[in-house]
């Protein structure tokens, strides 16, 4: 195999292939001499009772350059212990920077060649490619795996199934297999041999993020892939979904999805304000999701999922455009939130918790957040020792002066975070915040995304507290994004004094 040293889409140097053969532990006849995997009853890295398997081998042909109309991928081929020809599609550096974007892609000659529109497949491999290079780096593995696993001939089968009656489920059954017999040893391994461990998964499968960890392969965050349905695949996709466990929540058609100029103004506002002089306070965003009856939780405050997965990947987006996200104590107690970006591309934002009265939990998931210790800013009526055991387990606690009613005071906060280099603050609620918010004018955006539904559960503002406010807070030039089945509405606030988005 050729080595692409000057190529900067060449193979990374500690897989660098030679003589046609990766350097990882490869024989010249192909074969790993370690890092063998267990087979028997192994399925997608649950071991009941293995053997050894044989491992995969690169094929002694070289690496190819595969320019497409995305950009120039290099194309490797790999052959697995399944007998089968899988292959490698990457580009970038694949080991230096943030875990890398990877997709599982399973071979599909109806839709990735013949463009069918019974599945997502053929946008999917095609959303994949601009994903990645987009990014720069990535990798996406096409794998032999028609069908789920039960091959084309057995797939076209169950098609006739389907234009029975019968599901995608239901079809596959019948013919005697399972609803989905891939496995992503394969893949664990082909990515070990890339020099691989940790990846961002590019899929909507739960199942492909358990398989690839069951074979010690770590997944950094999962990122959507959402295709619209067409009238053709909507009953296959919400199929997926229902029985298959598939994380969709697609949009209705794909009419309704929002244009992507629409949306980037949004975040090129926001990247606007980030860049700009320090000033006394964060730039901050007000968001939050509620209902068309004004609800934010169902009734006696239980969690209630509002938005749907369209809005969520977006509002992961919006969380990843922030330096920090901000919620009352009381969202913590109720929701157990873990306030990271995980539908989306992005870092964590920096978590920061209200908490007048330290109540925070100790078992908070916050307090295994992946890379940040969360900020619990409380007054200098905390309980010391509380204090010091919330900071043993990895908490950092902020006390900041306390307004009239003895509450941590919003401005004083707001300052302190700003002195700490939060140039931008997203705040996701509860009631309580969001009304203290509005009414001290303390919020440069609005971002409110509105689901379909009627709960008649807990409003999203603190009912007993009210809007003091005697003039009504108007967005200035309000702008309507359809994502998914939600509508997203943002503006910024009317200020009497310096028009909108005035400094509060």
Same mark, same amino acid.
């Given at each position: 195999?050729?080595?692409?040293?000057?190529?900067?889409?060449?193979?990374?140097?500690?897989?660098?292939?030679?003589?046609?053969?990766?350097?990882?532990?490869?024989?010249?006849?192909?074969?790993?001499?370690?890092?063998?995997?267990?087979?028997?009853?192994?399925?997608?890295?649950?071991?009941?009772?293995?053997?050894?398997?044989?491992?995969?081998?690169?094929? &002694?042909?070289? $690496?190819?350059?595969?320019?497409?109309?995305?950009?120039?991928?290099?194309?490797?081929?790999? &052959?697995?212990?399944?007998?089968?020809?899988?292959?490698?599609?990457?580009?970038?550096?694949?080991?230096?920077?943030?875990?890398?974007?990877?997709?599982?892609?399973?071979? $599909?000659?109806?839709? &990735?060649?013949?463009?069918?529109? =019974?599945?997502? $497949?053929?946008?999917?491999?095609?959303?994949?490619?601009?994903?990645?290079?987009?990014?720069?780096?990535?990798?996406?593995?096409?794998?032999?795996?028609?069908?789920?696993?039960?091959?084309?001939?057995?797939?076209? =089968?169950? +098609?006739?199934?389907?234009?029975?009656? *019968?599901?995608?489920?239901?079809?596959?059954?019948?013919?005697?297999?399972?609803?989905?017999?891939?496995?992503?040893?394969?893949?664990?391994?082909? *990515?070990?041999?890339?020099?691989?461990?940790?990846?961002?998964?590019?899929? @909507?499968?739960?199942?492909?993020?358990?398989?690839?960890?069951? +074979?010690?392969?770590?997944?950094?965050?999962?990122?959507?892939?959402?295709?619209?349905?067409?009238?053709?695949?909507?009953?296959?996709?919400?199929?997926?979904?229902?029985?298959?466990?598939?994380?969709?929540?697609?949009?209705?058609?794909?009419?309704?999805?929002?244009?992507?100029?629409?949306?980037?103004?949004?975040?090129?506002?926001?990247?606007?304000?980030?860049?700009?002089?320090?000033?006394?306070?964060?730039?901050?965003?007000?968001?939050?999701?509620?209902?068309?009856?004004? $609800?934010?939780?169902?009734?006696?405050?239980?969690?209630?999922?509002?938005?749907?997965?369209?809005?969520?990947?977006?509002?992961?987006?919006?969380?990843?455009? %922030?330096?920090?996200?901000?919620?009352?104590?009381?969202?913590?107690?109720?929701?157990?939130?873990?306030?990271?970006?995980?539908?989306?591309?992005?870092?964590?934002?920096?978590?920061?918790?209200?908490?007048?009265?330290?109540?925070?939990?100790?078992?908070?998931?916050?307090?295994? %957040?992946?890379?940040?210790?969360?900020?619990?800013?409380?007054?200098?009526?905390?309980?010391?020792?509380?204090?010091?055991?919330?900071?043993?387990?990895?908490?950092?606690?902020?006390?900041?002066?306390?307004?009239?009613?003895?509450?941590?005071?919003?401005?004083?906060?707001?300052?302190?975070?700003?002195?700490?280099?939060? =140039?931008?603050?997203?705040?996701?609620?509860?009631?309580?915040?969001?009304?203290?918010?509005?009414?001290?004018?303390?919020?440069?955006?609005?971002?409110?995304?509105?689901?379909?539904?009627?709960?008649?559960?807990?409003? #999203?503002?603190?009912?007993?507290?009210?809007?003091?406010?005697?003039?009504?807070? =108007?967005? #200035?030039?309000?702008?309507?994004?359809?994502?998914?089945?939600?509508?997203?509405?943002?503006?910024?606030?009317?200020?009497?004094? @310096?028009?909108?988005?005035?400094?509060?």
């Amino acid at each position: 195999m050729t080595k692409h040293a000057t190529s900067k889409h060449a193979m990374p140097h500690s897989a660098a292939p030679q003589n046609g053969m990766l350097e990882s532990g490869m024989t010249e006849s192909g074969t790993l001499q370690n890092g063998a995997l267990q087979t028997g009853t192994l399925h997608n890295g649950v071991l009941h009772n293995g053997t050894p398997r044989n491992d995969i081998s690169r094929l &002694d042909v070289p $690496c190819a350059r595969m320019p497409i109309d995305v950009g120039d991928f290099q194309t490797a081929v790999f &052959d697995g212990f399944d007998g089968k020809e899988h292959v490698a599609l990457y580009m970038g550096e694949l080991h230096d920077g943030p875990p890398l974007l990877v997709r599982l892609h399973s071979e $599909c000659f109806t839709g &990735d060649v013949l463009g069918s529109r =019974r599945c997502d $497949c053929g946008e999917q491999l095609a959303e994949s490619m601009r994903r990645v290079a987009s990014a720069g780096r990535g990798v996406i593995l096409y794998l032999r795996q028609e069908g789920r696993g039960i091959g084309l001939a057995e797939k076209l =089968r169950a +098609y006739n199934l389907q234009d029975q009656g *019968l599901d995608t489920v239901d079809a596959n059954i019948r013919l005697g297999h399972l609803p989905d017999a891939r496995d992503y040893g394969v893949a664990a391994q082909i *990515l070990r041999e890339l020099g691989i461990d940790t990846v961002q998964l590019l899929t @909507n499968n739960p199942t492909k993020v358990a398989g690839l960890t069951g +074979y010690g392969i770590n997944v950094a965050a999962r990122v959507p892939l959402v295709i619209p349905p067409r009238p053709q695949n909507r009953d296959y996709l919400h199929t997926k979904a229902e029985r298959m466990g598939h994380l969709l929540d697609a949009p209705a058609s794909h009419d309704n999805v929002a244009p992507a100029p629409a949306m980037d103004a949004l975040f090129d506002l926001l990247e606007h304000h980030r860049a700009q002089p320090m000033t006394a306070r964060p730039f901050v965003t007000l968001s939050y999701a509620q209902s068309l009856d004004g $609800c934010a939780a169902g009734v006696e405050d239980r969690p209630l999922a509002i938005s749907g997965g369209a809005a969520r990947c977006f509002t992961h987006r919006l969380r990843a455009a %922030h330096d920090g996200i901000l919620v009352g104590i009381g969202t913590v107690l109720s929701d157990d939130p873990s306030l990271t970006v995980r539908e989306a591309e992005g870092h964590h934002p920096q978590p920061i918790v209200v908490d007048s009265r330290l109540r925070f939990p100790i078992d908070a998931k916050l307090l295994s %957040h992946p890379d940040r210790r969360v900020w619990i800013a409380t007054t200098h009526r905390a309980d010391p020792q509380r204090v010091q055991r919330l900071e043993a387990l990895g908490a950092e606690v902020l006390i900041v002066p306390a307004d009239n009613a003895d509450r941590v005071d919003l401005v004083a906060l707001m300052a302190q975070l700003r002195q700490r280099g939060v =140039r931008n603050l997203m705040i996701e609620g509860g009631g309580r915040i969001l009304t203290q918010i509005v009414n001290r004018q303390l919020f440069d955006l609005l971002v409110l995304t509105v689901a379909p539904l009627m709960v008649g559960g807990v409003p #999203a503002f603190a009912p007993r507290q009210g809007l003091l406010r005697q003039q009504h807070t =108007r967005i #200035a030039q309000p702008r309507y994004l359809p994502v998914g089945e939600d509508l997203v509405v943002w503006g910024r606030p009317q200020r009497a004094d @310096n028009g909108p988005g005035g400094a509060a």
